[in-house]
């Protein structure tokens, strides 16, 4: 399949970085400080760098098949069925992402904005936004990130910094927690919260230049991640472990104890929402197009929208399935470790089947896989 190169460096980095700054925002700290107590940045750290794992791994294999997506080049490695098999993994994998991130948003927009609306009203609605916003084509997918961009990441960047002053450095130690023995999962956990860059894979092939794939990786890698730490970082310090044990969604408290200089506004969390709800907003239109998109390349079709709303009614009932919000989290928590099968070790696979079968695709013209002798 070809696709237009119309995505800059810049853009690409973008795009990275408005899909993995999400929904996860507001129970980040919640998660690492269950994992470790005052080590929760240390948790984040580590998961960060098997999320980057994850990205270099998949950024590495687009960069080696520059016109292809992974649908399209796991057939050339490892044969078409058993391909065939694992794309329908993923498309299910981001489905369901799509549809827990969905409902997620629904709990806490009834649960702090809109009490009287019925949950079901506000998961679906956001779910037809992401289903008619999916209908575009890869340029106008790079201009909705593009454009929403700034009214995500500067007012996050803004909450969290003014929020350390004041943070308790006493709250932070020891820095590997008091129970080092829950790490391992936390970890886990903080690491599939970076799953959002495997749209990397569809958006190399429209770079203009897919050898500057990796220093887009970089760069939307290093903002994310360290959003994500000082998140965690300015939340821990603030509250303390043991209190944030107590919160749902520590970073909205977060954002209620924090005031703009001067006092122009004492409270920032009704700013903070409004930035969350856009966040969501980017995160599952790459997630979603990411499933529909792939399920056009299994059934080799040259366009998606065909699936536009195909899946929203099955995604809409995966969604609904929590019977409240503790069993959802538990099952975004179990979902998110199982999903690192499929977006880090599975592109291991294939690039340890590239690399041993000399596997490479050349330029945009050459139709022709490079065999071993």
Known sequence: MEYPRQVT???AAIILISTIIGVGVLALSLFAVRAADSGAPLVTFIGILIGSFGLWLVTVLGMR???????EYSEVLIGKWTARLFSVLIIVFFSVLTALASREFGEVVVTSVLTKTPLEVTVIVMLLLAAVSSRADMTTFTYFHHFY????????????????KNAQGVNLLPIWGNEPSGMSKGILTMAALFQGSFVMTIVIPAMRKPDRAMLASLVGMLISGGLYLLIVVATVGVFG????????????????????????????D???????????FTTLLSTYYLAIHFLSQLLHLRD??????????????????PQNLLQMYGIIQIVGRWGLVITVFYPLVLLIVAL????????RGDQRVAKTD
């Open 304 to 321: 998606h929208k065909l699936f536009s709303f195909f899946l929203i009614p099955f995604i809409y009932v995966i969604a609904m399935f």
């Open 149 to 164: 961009f700034p009214l995500i990441v500067f007012p996050l960047v803004l909450i969290v910094v003014l929020s350390l």
């Open 241 to 268: 472990a043991e209190e944030i044990k107590n919160l749902v969604w520590p970073t909205l408290e977060l954002a209620k104890t924090t005031s703009l200089p001067a006092n122009i506004l004492e409270r920032l």
């Open 270 to 280: 009704g700013a903070f929402l409004a930035v969350w709800v856009t966040a969501v």
């Open 356 to 363: 041993v079968r000399k596997k490479k695709k050349g330029s």
């Open 9 to 11: 460096m810049i853009q």
């Open 65 to 71: 098949f520059p016109t292809q997506t992974i649908i």
